[in-house]
């Protein structure tokens, strides 16, 4: 698939242009983080990647992979399964194209939630799986509330709270996945052992 840029969300491409230029090199996934969701996936044959960024944590089994940036298209690795630009909400994917969907801390990029886990669920024949954060978790995060109040109220506005998702997709598995002090991917928790990363300008 050809990534094609669709007019009507220029602003969510520009976004993703933005805040995903470094990708491919701060935010490398870590290898007990990627075990959990390999995990929850489990024996699946394909998978379509929703919000796949540079290509983290996309299991050898994607058959194709969703993101809005060009950004951050470029950055995926040469071999890397096919990429559409596109959003999570508007998937230009048939019905039943997959065994599972995957989406990697990207939901809380999503300007309609409901809409982007109903197209999961359209596009996935056996599983849906989603990694986020829990919001209520991260609101009690002593480094985030005690040492950056700023960035606690920019992920505070952003978390999807994880009742929400259960709402969306009744009686769906929820599975806590630590954070470890040494975690190579540099998102918003991995330094809670180093915060003097935070203020490192290239992260």
Do not use: K
Request: aromatic share 8%.
């Amino acid at each position: 698939m050809r990534p094609q840029a669709d007019p009507e969300w220029a602003s969510v491409f520009a976004l993703y242009d933005q805040i995903g230029q470094t990708y491919s090199t701060t935010r490398r996934p870590d290898r007990r983080i990627s075990a959990a969701i390999l995990d929850a996936l489990g024996e699946v044959s394909s998978v379509v990647n929703i919000g796949a960024g540079s290509g983290s944590y996309e299991p050898v089994e994607t058959v194709a992979a969703v993101e809005p940036s060009g950004v951050m298209i470029a950055q995926r690795p040469r071999g890397a399964p096919p990429a559409v630009r596109a959003i999570a909400e508007r998937l230009p994917l048939r019905d039943d194209c997959a065994d599972a969907a995957l989406a990697v801390l990207t939901v809380h990029h999503w300007s309609d939630v409901a809409a982007g886990v109903a197209e999961m669920r359209r596009v996935a024949r056996r599983r849906m799986v989603l990694f986020t954060w829990d919001a209520q978790a991260f609101a009690s995060f002593w480094l985030l509330s005690e040492y950056l109040p700023a960035a606690a109220e920019t992920d505070a506005a952003l978390a999807v709270p994880l009742a929400v998702l259960s709402e969306l997709r009744p009686g769906a598995e929820i599975r806590s996945v630590p954070v470890p002090h040494d975690c190579t991917d540099r998102f918003g928790a991995a330094y809670w052992r180093r915060p003097a990363a935070y203020l490192d300008r290239r992260f």
